[in-house]
């Protein structure tokens, strides 16, 4: 009953965001607040964690990942980008107060790699890891198997108070959120009737006014008949290149940083 109330609810909402135009222009970027939360996603990197930097046409984006808790995503996705894979390819997705999709060599969302001879893998869904505003998560080819991931990945840009209805955060409660990820979730927005449905596998922790700014871009609707709405030529955004390296606080030291 949960997951069919929310989804409903989080689809009118995306209705209400895309209009009935072909169209999505001059939005504004949120204005993001520091959070202060023992949540794992919200806790600055330690020396030696496994992190990605995007490289791209709109700046730099850095994310820590999580290889204990999503072991084959994080495999999947640091194989592939030192192979090169991810390089000037281009964000296909971008839906102001949903997310920003990336990942396929196409640029088209209907493709896809793994580093698995393209054999998808399973839905690693962590209890600790949710879908907040930053999270970096693993995603699907439109019309692909639904039963398990590729190359593609897709960072949360739902809007702050997007989960700060007082009736949504007790049913958050009454389906087993903790105090701690129902007061995240109220701080930041996000995602929550993706939780255990997409896996989590990162989180951004410096450069989210970049996935915001993805997030802006004049846009035009697909004709997939999903309401999914891609950048325009005009506005295309280019990820470089994702480069996979180990965090260091001196190597950091001046960056903002998110959460």
């Known amino acids: 009953m949960y997951k069919r109330q929310v989804l409903a609810a989080a689809l009118a909402f995306a209705l209400l965001l895309c209009g009935c135009s072909g169209a999505e222009t001059n939005h504004k970027a949120p204005q993001r607040a520091a959070v202060e939360s023992g949540e794992r996603q919200f806790a600055q990197p330690s020396d030696g964690d496994f992190i990605a930097i995007f490289s791209t046409s709109l700046g730099e984006v850095r994310a820590v990942l999580y290889p204990d808790a999503a072991p084959m995503a994080v495999q999947n996705f640091v194989g592939l980008a030192r192979s090169g894979y991810y390089d000037n390819t281009v964000i296909w997705r971008a839906q102001y107060g949903f997310a920003v999709q990336g990942g396929d060599a196409t640029g088209t969302g209907t493709g896809g790699s793994t580093i698995w001879s393209n054999n998808p ?6 209890a600790g ?17 639904a039963t398990g991931g590729n190359s593609q990945f897709y960072f949360v840009t739902a809007l702050p108070d ?15 959120y903790t105090d701690a990820q129902v007061a995240a979730y109220a701080a930041v927005g996000g995602l929550p009737y993706l939780d255990n449905t997409d896996t989590v596998f990162g989180q951004v922790y410096a450069g989210m006014e970049v996935v915001d700014a993805m997030a802006c871009v004049d846009t035009v609707k697909d004709d997939d008949g999903n ?4 950048p325009t030529e005009e506005a295309a955004i280019t990820i470089n290149h994702v480069t996979i390296t180990t965090y260091t606080a001196e190597a950091d030291n001046g960056l903002d940083t998110v959460g």
């Open 121 to 126: 893998y399973p839905l690693e869904a962590d």
């Open 227 to 230: 309401d999914t709405f891609c």
């Open 129 to 145: 890891l949710k879908h907040y505003a930053g999270a970096l998560c693993a995603a699907f080819a439109a019309g692909g198997d």
């Open 162 to 176: 997007s989960v700060s209805s007082s009736d949504l955060q007790a049913e958050l409660t009454a389906n087993g």
